[in-house]
């Protein structure tokens, strides 16, 4: 949906000496126009909390209406009649209109357990999305984008330069609601036009409030990066390379729940021992295998009553709930090692589908180019525009495709070539650098983002990989102690304590991880003086965890949460419930969280936060239809009344705990559903919290490297033993977890800290990696075409970088797992496409929050989490995600880098990249300079540190 999806302020001033209009250049600016009032405005709050929803029909003329809306505002930006930061605010009520009704339906068919809400649902989302695609490709409202933010740009340059003493004091000073200049909004420059441009940028009448300016940036690269500026062949070719994305996407998720195409395996039932039973009654026991009595696990050896060996055969369903119990339990390490290789084999149609996603997002940013957003520093704006070479290309592509004169605004007397001024140069160079696309979609992805460059990411995790090398290799030989019984080595006596045994000879495999981690934990909870993790559920009633979540929240960031159950009107399912969120000091309401936490039949698999309706400043509407607010200046001293109102923001936590007919008040969680279900609070909180004047950058609509770290922050109370002590309550004592069963937790997880980290790094590294393929014919790609050879190449080698033996020579011919493709199952290639690596920055950038606010016995303090809520969540996406993060946490949380000094080959992981002496990398014929930010992860690594039980 890209901008759509995205919600301003106007301080606008009434002006009575003019008729009620500001007059600028001799123009009456920003007429007031009739806003076509939302159908559902006086409606009453229905389903989901929207108004006018309550019956499925309802969702047809919610999108009627919705588009009708957006059509009367779009009208008059397309026609120019609307200027400066008024276009900003319309545009971000189109969106608003549209996500009022288009995320709700999307919420509804993912959760709604009637039909035909679901089918309704689907409906209206289908035909706002043709809307939507409509809107991104107007080429209309584009228009009156860019020319608010040149001329805004050039307003900024005016103030530059009398700062710096280059330009007289500008006659007016407004607050940012002058309208355009009347040219086309590019930043052009003719012959003998300096002065005029130094005129133009002396006055800051253009000028945007920063929110608004922001806003206006990320539209347009929304636009510009939907290809709005291509050509129409171009633009033929990006709808097919993006609608071939969509498909092969479509194909890669749905064969991944297709039985059919994950496909069986044929196991010797005798195989099978320490298989649960729950499991062996689920595929089909029929061999007779005795389950064990009350262990709940097969024997081992006991294929029939009389202990021999039976040669019946069960057929295990290779799903991943099927796989993950064999691959935890199944004590036989060749029945693990076969069921793993079958499993990732499979889906084999996967193959087709990943290499046909990765060409598709490959030849998209081949395609694309964005006009003036590319960082290009000034040395190669002269490398590129005073040499001889490239004079033809300016001359004949410069007015075409970037609005500016082709002809030099002097010529340099001592050698004879063109001199162009800043802004030619700088508006040439842009085109003639990008015009040819993105070396990667890796690239293409990562440039709007806190990284800003692949190599950046590139950086982080293969540091983090090396800095986690020494302690990953004690947690695979303790892991190797725990083969035995006739499974491998013997476990080294009857006590396999730390550091006691010496290094096992046989090499961990991906099907051994998860049966010797279980082991280890199971050994140490074995041994443990308390209550064993076994019990832990007992103390997280799913109704004692909201309400604790509830004062935790009051105590740390001031936030009172008000639970009762949904009302008839606006409820979906029984269960539902809702969560009103205020302050707790003043009462100011903040926003709504549903809670719908329990599953059931049909609903979404997932955990998940949906947003209903992002928080943004609204202007009133009166009687007639018009809206306040675009009366632009006064004089009076007089106050003037509020010409604006709070939309409060509403969300929806998903998740899906319990069995199938579980019900709220009657659910415990696991431990690892406790920190899913903060998790996801995080994003919540995030957004009910979120102050921003447009819904555009309300809550989570920031970089998508930074929406994590809120979420991730909210997961160490899930192992913060006072925070634990104020969520648990024993479902019959009423008592708070134990501080035994506490460290028993701790311990289990800082057993394979590292190694749980590295498994991150492997899928950000793969997922990267094999977006950064190029395809054979793009000229700036030297990563390698696109086969599934290529990607099950890389997948290995990374693989093999995390693994156990990451300080050898990896050989794909010797590899035991070369034929397992687990990148077929991997999922979250479709959603994230080349940034997964957000969890890995959301994790060093959380460890930096919890150490600064929270560690030290601080994490219940009142008020403690006031800092962050003022200085990350409240800001969304107001504010760039490095200099949020640099504000809240100091200078020193973020690297800078010159990522060329630190570049790796992609496709072989070593080995540093060909770079100039000046450290300008080689692209074709251009060169240019390429930066990235770097999370510091020095707070992650003390914590692995500290907690390290293999000291």
Request: net charge neutral.
């Amino acid at each position: 949906r890209r901008w759509v999806i995205r919600g301003w302020d106007v301080n606008a001033l009434f002006d009575e000496t003019q008729g009620g209009y500001r007059v600028i250049g001799g123009y009456r600016e920003n007429q007031p126009r009739r806003l076509h009032v939302r159908a559902s405005g006086t409606s009453s709050p229905g389903v989901y909390g929207l108004r006018g929803l309550h019956s499925p029909e309802d969702f047809g003329r919610l999108a009627a209406d919705a588009t009708a809306t957006s059509e009367s505002i779009a009208t008059d930006l397309r026609a120019g009649r609307r200027f400066g930061i008024h276009v900003i605010d319309d545009l971000d009520e189109i969106s608003d209109v549209v996500c009022s009704v288009v995320d709700v339906a999307e919420l509804c068919r993912n959760t709604h357990c009637d039909p035909a809400w679901v089918r309704a649902a689907e409906g209206a989302y289908v035909s706002l999305q043709r809307y939507v695609s409509a809107l991104n490709a107007d080429r209309g409202l584009y228009d009156a984008l860019v020319n608010t933010h040149e001329a805004h740009l050039r307003a900024e340059r005016g103030l530059a330069r009398k700062a710096n003493g280059l330009a007289v004091r500008a006659t007016s000073v407004g607050k940012g609601h002058g309208r355009g200049n009347g040219d086309d909004g590019r930043a052009t420059s003719r012959e003998g036009d300096d002065d005029c441009e130094a005129r133009r940028e002396n006055s800051n009448d253009n000028l945007l409030p920063p929110e608004a300016a922001r806003v206006a940036l990320t539209l347009r690269r929304d636009f510009e990066r939907g290809g709005i500026h291509l050509d129409d062949t171009s633009k033929l070719a990006l709808e097919n390379a993006s609608a071939d994305v969509v498909r092969h996407g479509m194909a890669f998720q749905r064969n991944l729940v297709d039985a059919d195409q994950l496909g069986s395996v044929n196991v010797s039932s005798h195989k099978l021992n320490g298989a649960p039973r729950a499991l062996m009654a689920r595929v089909g026991n029929s061999s007779g295998v005795n389950t064990g009595g009350n262990s709940g696990r097969v024997n081992s050896g006991t294929g029939t009553p009389d202990g021999s060996n039976t040669s019946s055969v069960t057929t295990l369903p290779l799903d991943n709930r099927t796989l993950g119990t064999c691959m935890r339990y199944v004590t036989d390490r060749d029945t693990r090692e076969t069921i793993y290789k079958a499993a990732h084999r499979n889906p084999a149609a996967n193959k087709n589908a990943l290499e046909g996603l990765l060409t598709s997002r490959a030849e998209v940013a081949k395609l694309l180019y964005v006009l003036g957003l590319s960082k290009i520093p000034p040395t190669v704006y002269r490398a590129c525009l005073t040499s001889t070479g490239h004079d033809k290309e300016v001359t004949t592509t410069a007015q075409a495709h970037c609005g500016g004169s082709s002809t030099p605004d002097r010529v340099r007397p001592e050698s004879g070539l063109p001199v162009y001024s800043h802004q030619s140069r700088s508006r040439l160079t842009v085109f003639l650098t990008n015009r040819r696309g993105y070396q990667s979609h890796a690239a293409y992805a990562t440039e709007p983002l806190l990284a800003g460059h692949p190599d950046a990411v590139r950086f982080a995790l293969r540091g983090l990989r090396c800095e986690t090398n020494e302690r990953a290799t004690q947690e695979f030989e303790h892991m190797g102690r725990f083969f035995g019984n006739g499974d491998g080595h013997k476990a080294g006596g009857t006590h396999p304590r730390m550091g006691k045994q010496s290094r096992p000879q046989k090499n961990i495999q991906s099907w051994d991880k998860s049966f010797l981690a279980g082991r280890a934990r199971d050994f140490q909870n074995s041994h443990s003086n308390g209550k064993t993790t076994a019990a832990v559920s007992e103390y997280f009633p799913l109704h004692k965890v909201v309400r604790g979540a509830g004062e935790l929240l009051e105590k740390v960031f001031g936030v009172w949460f008000e639970l009762t159950d949904v009302p008839a009107n606006e409820k979906w399912c029984h269960e539902a419930q809702k969560v009103s969120v205020s302050c707790s000091s003043t009462g100011e309401p903040f926003g709504t969280i549903y809670l719908d936490l329990n599953h059931r039949p049909g609903k979404f698999p997932h955990a998940a936060h949906f947003v209903v309706r992002c928080s943004r400043d609204v202007h009133f509407v009166d009687p007639n239809g018009n809206r306040t607010g675009d009366e632009t200046f006064t004089t009076s001293k007089q106050p003037q009344p509020p010409t604006t109102f709070r939309q409060l923001p509403s969300v929806a936590l998903v998740t899906n705990f319990g069995g199938e007919h579980s019900r709220f008040g009657d659910t415990n969680l696991s431990h690892a559903e406790l920190e899913t279900f903060l998790h996801e609070l995080g994003h919540a909180v995030h957004s009910v919290l979120s102050t921003t004047k447009y819904q555009h950058l309300s809550g989570t609509r920031c970089a998508s490297d930074l929406v994590e770290v809120p979420s991730h922050v909210f997961e160490y109370f899930a192992w913060d033993a006072d925070a634990l002590k104020l969520l648990s309550g024993h479902v019959t004592t009423g008592e708070s977890i134990p501080d035994e069963l506490i460290t028993q937790l701790k311990k289990g997880k800082e057993l394979f800290a590292a190694s749980d980290l590295r498994q991150q790094l492997m899928f950000a590294s793969v997922d990267l990696e094999t977006h950064a393929l190029g395809l054979g014919d793009n000229e700036l790609s030297s990563s390698g075409s696109i086969t599934s050879e290529t990607i099950r190449d890389i997948a290995g080698r990374i693989s093999h970088e995390m693994g156990q033996n990451s300080l050898t020579d990896y050989s794909h011919d010797t590899n035991p797992e070369k034929d397992a493709a687990w990148e077929l199952r991997f999922g979250h290639v479709v959603g994230y496409a080349s940034s997964y690596y957000s969890y890995v920055y959301a994790k060093t950038i959380s460890a930096q929050v919890w150490d600064a606010f929270f560690a030290g016995g601080n994490s219940l303090e009142k008020n403690s989490g006031v800092a962050i809520s003022k200085g990350l969540l409240s800001h969304g996406g107001a504010v760039a995600p490095e200099v949020l993060l640099k504000q809240l946490l100091g200078p020193d949380a973020l690297r800078d880098v010159d990522v060329t000094e630190y570049a790796y080959d992609s496709v072989t992981g070593v080995g540093p990249l060909t770079t100039t002496s000046d450290n300008i990398r080689e692209y074709g014929t251009t060169r240019q300079r390429v930066n990235g930010v770097v999370p510091n992860h020095d707070s992650l690594l003390k914590e692995l540190r500290d907690g390290n039980p293999y000291r």
